[in-house]
């Protein structure tokens, strides 16, 4: 008989970016207060966007760390896999160019199941290792959300922000990774979080930007009462699943929505709210990159050890929902290798984006040069 399979967390990184937007800074742009947002989402403070970050900036400068804490180097994975809402643009797939800037020969795909979608593209890339077609899969959740923001909008503007995270998944024979999952989707909710109009249904014109239908439309009542009830439910299928108690898992990872979420969600389970990992404070809201970027920071707060079962679970459009239960691979996470990767990631996430902004700037360096010489012949 073949030895069995399991897929590892080897590797992992994020990318935050420098921009930083209060609930101070809400307050003078639209008719919000910072007691209003910390009380109803418990949100501070969210990261957003600058000038230099593109979705793909944002997944390699992510990636690059995750890569090389796995011992790996890009062209040794087998597939990429990009969770998001946000591409660079709507065609080509944003995961070819994250390939590509990369130096990856694999194949790569991009994955939408809105927030949801980093769960999602875990329990895929473990499927590929246990099947046994791929040993090496790099899993990316990035969003740069702040694009499909209506900033004159305080129902939603003050919710979400732009990050990345990534993790890489390697083939072992020591039981570890994805124990259990559970994937969900109810459509009848499409509606309740939509951006109306730029997919094919309505092309964005005139009219759909006059509406302000190019933006994120959310029925927020609607999403908290489906979002308590996913959170609950699917966590506690996933874990007997799995053929665990709750009280087996050492740390709960949930979507980073709402703080009365995880609370709500932390009661229904019987499970104290310190066991539920929590940063929606520092980020609010960012989509497909919240899990990775929780599961990421968990780790480099030393709050998860070698052997740990952890719980992670995601909500949002679609509406989608999807949880796993998790086991860190023996020997991954030393308190030096914590320590370590918190530091090496955030260098290596600083010099990946340095050499993305050096290719851009390379790129663009001859339509300068012509721009300049014909603006002095015309001189
Ligand atoms: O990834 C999934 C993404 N989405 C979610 O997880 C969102 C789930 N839903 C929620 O987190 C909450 O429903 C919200 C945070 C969006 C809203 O909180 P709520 O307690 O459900 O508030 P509400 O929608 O019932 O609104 C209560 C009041 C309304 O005023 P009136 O009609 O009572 O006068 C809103 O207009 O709060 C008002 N309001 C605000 N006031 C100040 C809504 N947004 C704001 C705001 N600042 N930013």
């Known amino acids: 008989m073949p030895p069995e399979r399991y897929a590892k967390i080897a590797g992992w990184g994020k990318y935050v970016p420098e921009r930083v937007l209060t609930n101070a800074d809400l307050e003078k742009m639209v008719d919000t207060s ?3 947002i910390t009380q109803r989402t418990g949100i501070k403070e969210r990261h957003l ?34 969770a998001t809402s946000s591409p660079d643009y709507l065609l080509p797939p944003v995961s070819s160019q994250i390939q590509h800037m990369l130096g990856a020969e694999c194949g790569a795909f991009q994955l939408g199941a809105g927030c949801s979608g980093w769960v999602y593209a875990l329990t895929t890339a473990d499927q590929f290792i246990k099947a046994g077609g791929y040993n090496n899969i790099l899993v990316v959740g990035v969003e740069i959300i702040s694009f499909a923001l209506d900033y004159t909008d305080r129902t939603t503007c003050v919710l979400f ?17 994805v124990l259990a999952f559970e994937l969900g989707s109810d459509g009848s909710g499409a509606e309740a979080l939509i951006v ?19 933006f994120i439309r959310m029925d927020g009542q609607t999403v908290f009462k489906f979002a308590t009830r996913a959170v609950a439910g ?94 860190m691979g023996e020997g991954e996470i030393s308190p030096a290798h914590t320590l370590f990767s918190a530091g090496r990631a955030a260098y290596l996430a600083k010099k990946a984006q340095n050499r993305v902004l050096d290719g851009v700037q390379a790129a663009l360096l001859p339509l300068y040069t012509w721009r ?6 015309r001189k």
């Open 34 to 36: 910072d007691e209003w």
């Open 49 to 82: 966007r600058t000038e230099k970050d593109t979705n793909s900036s944002m997944a390699v400068a992510a990636s690059i760390p995750a890569i090389e804490m796995a011992g790996l180097t890009a062209k040794d994975l087998d597939l990429i896999i990009v």
């Open 161 to 177: 922000g732009d990050a990345a995270a990534a993790v890489v998944l390697t083939a072992t024979d020591q039981p570890s990774g």
């Open 196 to 214: 109306p109009a730029a997919g094919s249904t309505k092309p964005i014109d005139f009219e759909g930007i006059e509406n302000r239908e190019n």
């Open 234 to 327: 699917s966590l506690k299928r996933v874990v007997s699943q799995a053929g665990l108690l709750p009280d087996d898992i050492a740390l709960f990872i949930p979507h980073q929505a709402n703080a009365r979420i995880i609370e709500a969600g932390a009661k229904l389970l019987r499970q104290p709210l310190d066991k539920f990992y929590v940063n929606v404070h520092k980020y609010g809201n960012t989509s497909a990159a919240s899990v990775p970027l929780a599961m990421v920071e968990a780790i480099e707060e030393g709050r998860l050890k070698p052997g740990d079962k952890v719980a992670m679970v995601a909500f949002g459009a679609g509406l989608t929902w999807a949880a796993v239960v998790v086991q």
């Open 372 to 377: 300049h010489k014909s603006r002095k012949r």
